[in-house]
């Protein structure tokens, strides 16, 4: 089917992708699929180290986990938004679509929210969906 092929392809140029999960199996199934389409993922193992990395440099998508020990996803992304109010961020969570702490009202700070698993094709949509808006907004 090619009608939707569109939503498979990656984005012109490679990212630079904070990617933060405490989970280690989730951190390299994201970073790997990140990898195939050419990003550079910079990994962080909890929301401390997370927001220290963020700090450390300029990325084009900050990806978070939701639940995470020192400091979790939702106030890792608050802390960025008050550095950059701009800046593209993508919470990944098993909640999401369920409990209140999975919706986008119980999480502000973040632009999308995907569910664990993520599979490689709706990775690539929430990427491009991403990059799009900033380009666009």
Do not use: C
């Not at 409990?99 to 009202?105: D, K, Q, R, T, V």
């Amino acid at each position: 089917m090619q009608g939707g092929d569109w939503l498979m392809q990656t984005p012109s140029s490679p990212l630079r992708i904070l990617v933060v999960d405490d989970e280690p199996l989730a951190h390299q199934t994201l970073a790997e699929f990140l990898s195939i389409d050419g990003h550079t993922v910079e990994p962080a193992a909890n929301g401390a180290m997370g927001l220290a990395r963020y700090e450390q440099g300029a990325f084009d998508l900050v990806m978070t986990a939701l639940a995470m020990p020192e400091l979790d996803g939702r106030a890792m992304a608050a802390a960025i938004r008050q550095r950059n109010p701009l800046q593209p961020i993508i919470m990944v969570t098993g909640l999401a679509g369920g409990g209140m702490f999975g919706s986008p009202e119980a999480n502000p700070d973040v632009d999308l929210i995907l569910g664990k698993p993520v599979s490689m094709n709706a990775l690539r949509e929430a990427v491009a969906k991403m990059m799009g808006s900033r380009s666009n907004g």
